[in-house]
């Protein structure tokens, strides 16, 4: 077992012949992803690289497949209509790459993705991977082994080092998921540690955090009165300097300032363990799945 | 991207927001004939990217034109938190009755902009809420349906009793609003928003900051970008299109992905150590952004060692050796560098690096541990 993604997961990749979608698109496939189409407008009817077959619309693409997932590779200002487009085709994951989308075209897209029932995760986020079933987006699969430990992270390199980290040590992953770093997203911690919590064949969670909002403060409150399982945490940006992030309407509004230490005192006290260094991971994880 | 209060006030003047005129000066004599122009007192303000002007001496009403003269001069050149003051704007003072705040901002949580607004303008928006959290009222809006007229009027009704009053700043919130959305904009505030004896509601300061995402597709809002206003290092990092941010350490960092980068720098305190800053190559690196940001770093005199830490995903780490070959080999380094690599094309990485007399380790904690002590002008473990 694993989360949002697995041996069932069947895709389409939107943006397949553009040139992150088609490297990525060969990644997946060679992983095991069961990739069984793609879209690109005006390429409808051809195939990438003779095997896996192009539609012009989602719909067309839904339609001939029964696909239950998309992953989306399209330049940022195309982003939001190609997420409101799997979502209206029927498409219940919708995983968005694709990095620089306007915040304020994800305050539409949000809402209509829930509307229609899809999940969303991202945009500007490096996908999941659930090792040995299946990975959509870019996460490199030969840092990844199979396993029990659930890995949730708001960055893409910083999941790389961690996951890295905890496969060399022989703690195996049941899915790892980059939300994303963006001010808007689609799925967000309590998304993930929430189906964590339910997922049989995860016994812990590594999640690794950031400076700015609430977020993290949010999911230690979730941990604490709805988990049983053990989460280890981490929050990047300990020693970054304050005044780098909006005006002060934001920090009001979000009722913090969002800084490390405020984020670290929220997971001691909601008995999260706290990793000061990525490495810390290892001997904080293997001690509680003792 | 942040602009200037100029450039803010008059993207909300074509919307119809009721704002006094004002021009900008670039020298003591440009803000003397300004003055003399408009025939009254007028306020002469520093324009430059930083909160506290007012505070830091860049804000000064001047009752002559030879007062703006002498004021302008004083201002201009000065610095306020780092910036250098290359413009002012001179404006006619107004009387004020009242002071009020309005601004407009993306809120994370609400996944919406939200509204704030307080009759307690003029000063600290983050006192009034620390100390005063009943004189804030929130509102948010669904961009599907935008703010409508009775949402603006409850707003209204919460600053002014007056209906005329509560009205009129209905309808500056609107075009406000209007603002916002037309410019792709992540926070637009006005502060003060200003009742006159006479009873009129006008914008006396305006602020507003730009989501650089919306950039592409926006060119006249790109165009008000001000490079003169920036950290030159900053401006070349951001053409080269990376992300960097200096600060007072002497550990220079170059790292991919903003979160590894952060977690890279506080590995580096850790180990006792202070880093000099932060940059992220982003993810499809090619040569030409590590020449660019061995540029930048070496730039700074501070730097006593440089760390390079990348994990290949989509960033090649044989695109990112051969940029260090190709910059080393263009400006030699005098300072040491360690380099920490692995992920895509490690293989090909190391041995690039090797070649060409580079060592590279796989471990990152041992990589900061040794550039820390580098920089302390000890040997490398």
């Known amino acids: 077992m694993s989360i949002f993604a697995d041996n069932s997961t069947t895709v389409i990749v939107q943006g397949i012949t553009g040139r992150d979608g088609s490297f990525h698109t060969r990644q997946m496939i060679e992983y095991g992803t069961r990739v ?35 992953v989306i590779y399209v330049p940022p200002m195309y982003a939001a209509d190609a997420i409101m487009e799997a979502a209206d085709a029927g498409i219940k994951f919708i995983v968005a790459i694709t990095e620089g989308v306007p915040v304020l075209d994800m305050t539409r897209v949000a809402p209509f993705v829930h509307e229609k029932g899809a999940r969303l995760l991202g945009a500007n986020c490096p996908g999941i991977i659930s090792p040995g079933q299946s990975k ?111 005006g002060h309407a934001g920090a009001i509004i979000s009722g913090s300032a969002g800084t490390a230490a405020e984020k670290i005192a929220a997971f001691e006290a909601a008995g999260i363990g706290v990793a000061r260094r990525p490495v810390d991971f290892v001997d904080l994880i293997r001690a509680r799945l003792k | 991207m942040n602009i200037h209060e100029y450039q803010a006030k008059e ?56 007062e703006a003269r002498d004021i302008a001069g004083k201002i201009l050149g000065m610095q306020i938190k780092g910036l250098t003051v290359l413009r002012v704007l001179v404006t006619p003072a107004e009387e004020i009755a009242s002071e009020a705040y309005v601004g407009v901002i993306l809120d994370r949580a609400s996944k919406a902009p939200v509204f704030m607004v307080s009759p307690a303008g003029g000063i600290d928006i983050e006192e009034v809420a620390a100390k005063t959290p009943e004189k804030i009222r929130r509102l948010r809006v669904d961009t599907r349906y935008g703010l409508q007229t009775y949402q603006a009027m409850e707003l209204g009704f919460f600053l002014y009793a007056d209906l005329k009053q509560a009205r009129a700043a209905a309808s500056i919130m609107q075009k406000l609003y209007a603002a916002f959305m ?81 977690a890279t720098m506080d590995l580096v305190k850790y180990y006792g150590g202070d880093p000099a800053n932060f940059l992220d190559i982003g993810g499809s690196s090619n040569p030409d952004k590590v020449v660019a940001a061995l ?84 040997k490398a473990a």
């Open chain 2, 182 to 262: 037309a410019s792709g904009a992540s926070l637009a505030e006005i502060n003060p928003l200003v009742v006159t004896p006479k009873g009129e509601v006008v914008a006396l300061d305006a602020k507003m900051v730009i989501d650089d995402n919306e950039l592409d597709r926006r060119p006249a809002i790109a165009a008000l970008r001000d490079e003169s206003a920036e950290a030159p290092s900053e401006v070349e990092a951001r053409n080269a299109s990376l992300t960097f941010i200096k600060l007072d350490g002497n550990v220079g960092c170059v790292v991919n992905g903003a979160g590894l980068a952060m």
């Open chain 1, 36 to 70: 069984v189409g793609g879209v690109t407008p005006g390429k409808g009817g051809q195939k990438f690289e003779n095997t896996v077959p192009i539609f012009n619309t989602m719909r067309d693409a839904v339609a001939a497949t029964g696909a239950n997932t998309s």
């Open chain 2, 295 to 378: 540029r930048i770093i070496t730039a700074d005199q501070n730097v006593k060692a440089i760390l390079f830490n990348i994990f290949g995903g989509i960033t090649r780490t044989d695109d990112v050796a051969n940029g260090i070959v190709t910059a080393t080999r263009a400006n030699p380094l005098k300072v040491p560098i360690v380099i920490r690599l692995t992920g895509t094309n490690e293989d090909i990485a190391v041995k690039i690096l090797k070649e060409n007399g580079f060592s590279a380790s796989a471990d990152m904690d041992e990589a900061v541990k040794q550039a820390v002590a580098l920089a302390k002008g000890g």
């Open chain 1, 136 to 246: 959509v987006g870019i996460i490199p699969g030969r840092i990844c082994t199979p396993g029990n430990v659930g890995v949730v992270s708001r960055s893409g390199t910083l999941t790389y080092e961690v996951v890295y980290q905890l496969t060399r040590a022989g703690l195996g992953q049941s899915t790892c998921v980059g939300i994303g770093g963006d001010p808007i997203n689609g799925t967000n911690f309590i998304d993930c540690l929430a189906a964590f919590e339910k997922d049989p064949n995860t016994s812990a969670v590594a999640m690794m955090g950031e400076i700015g909002g609430t977020d993290e403060q949010q999911a230690a409150d979730f941990v604490k009165h709805h988990m049983t399982k053990p989460v280890v945490g981490f929050i990047a940006g300990q020693t970054a300097p304050p005044g780098r992030r909006m």
């Open chain 2, 11 to 66: 993207i909300l003047r074509a919307q119809g927001v009721p704002i006094p005129p004002g021009e900008v000066a670039t020298t003591p004599e440009q803000a003397e004939a300004i003055a003399k122009k408009f025939g009254t007192t007028v306020v002469v303000k520093a324009q430059v990217h930083a909160g506290g002007r007012g505070k830091a001496g860049g804000v000064k009403l001047a009752r002559t034109p030879a």
